[in-house]
DNA sequence: ACTATTTTGCAGACTGCTCTGCACTTGTAC
DNA sequence: GTACAAGTGCAGAGCAGTCTGCAAAATAGT
């Protein structure tokens, strides 16, 4: 799953909006772009399967197939490949030596995974445990 | 500082072993690659100015002068632009959702971000702290 | 139905990245 | 010194990504 840039900048787009006609699309994107570009990207995505079209009045609007999460995904784990060892824990490591983290940080990413929200000690994977309430994303 | 794929091939290699000469380098990447295209990207990031190179008897070592440190920002802050909303922050809590991480990898975490092993209150920056100790990186 | 406007399809120019081939230079062994 | 192998420099082929221009098609207004 890789994008080029011209590409994502399209995804992106289509990811966060939903479906859109090409005028849409060009007034959303934060830097300017040509239409005869942009349709340019639109063409070759809808053949390489990421977009579908369909009429909408005199256009057509567009729409992502390819999830925003594959994407993400395919770019995270050449990162990774790229740093450190490939894997995901050695590129969070990475990137939290980077950002100079607050205990809030802490805690929310702890919460983002699925993870209780105090420092209690790490709970073995008993066999019987059953998960007394499911938390969900904030 | 934008590398392209086979530019970050010779990057990585060489970030991860110091000096080399092409065929050291050779022998260390992963997936095998032919010495002209080697050496066609090592004249290319020798002009870039990310690479150095001086005579090791009959051939040339090439060393990295661009750190590691200064891509892997580059490339963390166009994914974090791509997906949600352009901070390290964001980025970290999507990365944590994927994989599911361990309270011993939050507290790995914490510890690389800098912060006391323990859930203590966040210490406000007082004027006359000195650090008494340097913590060296891993 | 006619016209004006918007949108599309397509062909291709331009650029940068990847990789190759070959002649030349440098160092080593005899 | 001569022969040989290893390494280099350079020129450029091939291809993918980016972006443009224009003629044709579709739609809306009169």
Do not use: C, N
Request: zero cysteines; proline letters at 7%; a positive charge.
């Amino acid at each position: 799953m890789r994008f080029t840039p011209g590409e994502l900048k399209v995804m992106t787009v289509l990811w966060q909006h939903g479906e859109l006609t090409p005028p849409q699309l060009l007034e959303l994107f934060p830097e300017p772009m040509k239409d005869p570009a942009l349709r340019s990207y639109l063409t070759i995505l809808v053949e390489k399967g990421h977009l579908r079209r369909r009429r909408m009045g005199k256009a057509y609007a567009y729409k992502a197939v390819t999830q925003e999460r594959s994407a993400f995904s395919g770019m995270i784990q050449q990162l990774a490949e790229a740093f450190g060892d490939g894997s995901m824990r050695s590129l969070m490591l990475y990137l939290a030596k980077q950002e100079k983290l607050t205990h809030s940080d802490i805690d929310e990413i702890r919460e983002a995974a699925g993870l209780k929200p105090l420092d209690s000690p790490p709970v073995v994977e008993a066999k019987s445990v059953k998960r007394s309430r499911k938390k969900g994303a904030k």
